[in-house]
């Protein structure tokens, strides 16, 4: 995967869900999950100091422990537990941010830091990445990346010629990663890690109009973006026209496959993905993602079925605005 050298499956676990943010799971369903992706063949899980105020590293780092011997690469982010302010990007916080995920995690080095969707100032920052280097040297981190919100912020940070992995939004309903910052990672070595691949579940084919989420599931309190960026929920596309899109979909999927595994199919047959990271609630979503692995390649004549949906329902929508 990119920079990080490292060798890995190309579907991986996204761990936002085992903190907070979605309804609560608990901590043994959050193992369980865990144990379940791995047995599934998931080599790297992603997480951040934030989901949970640190719960879901805490409880990666006691899988961590109690499965020691397992091969896995622990992707983690840091930044957003501050307010979100150039200046807090220091070499400073960096330490102290990354010795609470050391700690979280159970390990005296992180496989792979991100930088947890910063201002957009932060990218051209040479400081902030002269401290990275620094936490490299110091053998704190094996590696850093960035999560971003848009294809700018990619593009700088691929720019960047520490920078081993980016972070971003893709699936069937952002496809605007394909035109250039795919490419750009690519010939620069730099790994791509393809996030919210499931649109927030509308991908997954379970909701209709009449679906309702918990209180404290960011698909109910941030569809605006009140809490955070709201290309974070469905990927910015307001909910009927996602479920138009999603039923449109439906149509492709093959009768071995979900709707869920042909997404994640669509992500991994892009040219230039490292690894997709889908979250899991229960034991059961954790292994039919991690089988997305086995679907055979989609053809070019679904991929072009693919593009013409997003062209006609989604793109007027939101593929300015990423």
């Known amino acids: 995967m990119g920079g990080t ?12 869900q085992l903190g907070a943010d979605w309804g609560h799971v608990s901590d043994d369903d959050a193992l369980t999950i865990l144990g379940t992706a791995v047995d599934a063949g998931v080599s790297l ?11 879901s590293e805490r409880l990666i780092g006691r899988f961590l422990r109690e499965r020691s011997g397992t091969q896995l690469t622990v992707a983690t982010k840091m930044g957003r537990r501050v307010a979100q302010e150039p200046q807090a990007y220091s070499l400073h916080n960096f330490r102290q941010w990354n010795d ?41 981190i094996a590696a850093y990346g960035v999560s971003v919100e848009t294809c ?4 700088a940070a691929i720019a960047r010629p520490g920078v081993a992995s980016v972070q971003i939004i893709l699936n069937a309903l952002r496809l605007k990663p394909l035109e250039r910052v795919l490419p750009a990672a690519a010939a620069a070595g730099v790994g791509i890690i393809a996030r919210v691949p499931l649109a927030s ?17 960011h698909r109910t309190y941030n569809r605006h973006g009140e809490a955070f960026d709201v290309g974070e929920t469905f990927s910015g596309v ?31 047959d892009q040219p230039g993905v490292s690894v997709v990271i889908p979250g899991a609630r229960n034991p059961a979503q954790a292994e039919a993602n991690a089988a997305a692995a086995a679907l055979a390649p989609l053809d070019k004549a679904t991929l072009d079925e693919v ?16």
């Open 238 to 268: 307001d909910f009927a026209t996602g479920l138009a899109a999603a039923r449109r979909l439906s149509a492709l999927v093959g009768e071995n496959a979900t709707l869920a595994q042909f997404a994640l199919r669509w992500i991994i």
């Open 5 to 16: 050298r490292r060798s890995i499956g190309v579907v991986g676990l996204g761990a936002w």
């Open 45 to 55: 899980i992603d997480t951040a100091d934030v989901y949970g105020d640190g719960r």
């Open 100 to 140: 609470r995920s050391r700690e979280n995690l159970g390990v005296s080095t992180l496989d792979l830091v991100q930088l947890h969707c910063p201002p957009t100032e932060v990218y051209h920052t040479d400081a902030v990445f002269d401290a990275l280097d620094t936490l490299v040297q110091e053998g704190r």
């Open 307 to 322: 593009n013409e949906i997003y062209d006609e329902l989604i793109r007027p929508q939101i593929h300015h605005r990423w």
């Open 201 to 217: 579940g509308l991908l997954s084919g379970r909701y209709d109009e009449n679906t309702t989420f918990p209180a404290d599931d």
């Open 152 to 155: 700018d912020e990619a593009l």
